[in-house]
């Protein structure tokens, strides 16, 4: 059996209106969760922080970790959390970062990560909220030819 090569650690961050943080990559112009790779030895916490800390400028703290999922493609393991803001001020932009925003999670941007919405519809469904059925195929299709090109 192959182990997992990398692994990724994401975080759900919910305001009091219950809209959700996202930011837009610099690599490429897609919306994403807050989070990255985790460096050898980190805790995946401990990287899902650092990560929406140097990505938004927010300090968060780890509610729940909401599910695994496994990318084969990638041979990569991406962990995802729900998280809150504990301090910090959101940046409008950073190093990794084209910018941040906050959206209603009924109404998540047409161009983003794969597989993402419906990661953030599983934590919607884990909250009781009514999830929204989106189609990401090609999307996955788009990015991946963009990918390539680069």
């Given at each position: 059996?192959?182990?997992?090569?990398?692994?990724?650690?994401?975080?759900?961050?919910?305001?009091?209106?219950?809209?959700?943080?996202?930011?837009?990559?610099?690599?490429?112009?897609?919306?994403?969760?807050?989070?990255?790779?985790?460096?050898?030895?980190?805790?995946?916490?401990?990287?899902?922080?650092?990560?929406?800390?140097e990505?938004?400028?927010?300090?968060?703290?780890?509610?729940?970790?909401?599910?695994?999922?496994?990318?084969?493609?990638?041979?990569?393991?991406?962990?995802?959390?729900?998280?809150?803001q504990?301090?910090?001020?959101?940046?409008?932009?950073?190093?990794?970062?084209?910018?941040?925003?906050?959206?209603?999670?009924?109404?998540?941007?047409?161009?983003?990560?794969?597989?993402?919405?419906?990661?953030?519809?599983?934590?919607?469904?884990?909250?009781?909220?009514?999830?929204?059925?989106?189609?990401?195929?090609?999307?996955?299709?788009?990015?991946?030819?963009?990918?390539?090109n680069?």
């Open positions: 059996m192959n182990s997992i090569a990398t692994a990724g650690c994401f975080s759900i961050i919910k305001n009091n209106e219950g809209n959700i943080l996202l930011v837009k990559r610099r690599d490429y112009p897609i919306w994403d969760l807050p989070g990255g790779r985790a460096d050898p030895g980190e805790l995946l916490e401990g990287c899902a922080v650092r990560e929406a800390e990505e938004t400028g927010c300090c968060i703290k780890i509610a729940a970790k909401i599910g695994e999922y496994h990318l084969a493609d990638e041979n990569d393991m991406q962990h995802i959390y729900s998280a809150e504990v301090g910090g001020e959101l940046i409008a932009q950073g190093p990794e970062t084209a910018q941040t925003g906050w959206f209603d999670p009924k109404k998540l941007p047409l161009l983003m990560v794969p597989n993402r919405k419906r990661q953030i519809r599983d934590f919607l469904s884990a909250e009781g909220m009514v999830k929204e059925s989106v189609k990401t195929s090609y999307i996955v299709k788009f990015l991946r030819a963009v990918i390539r680069k």
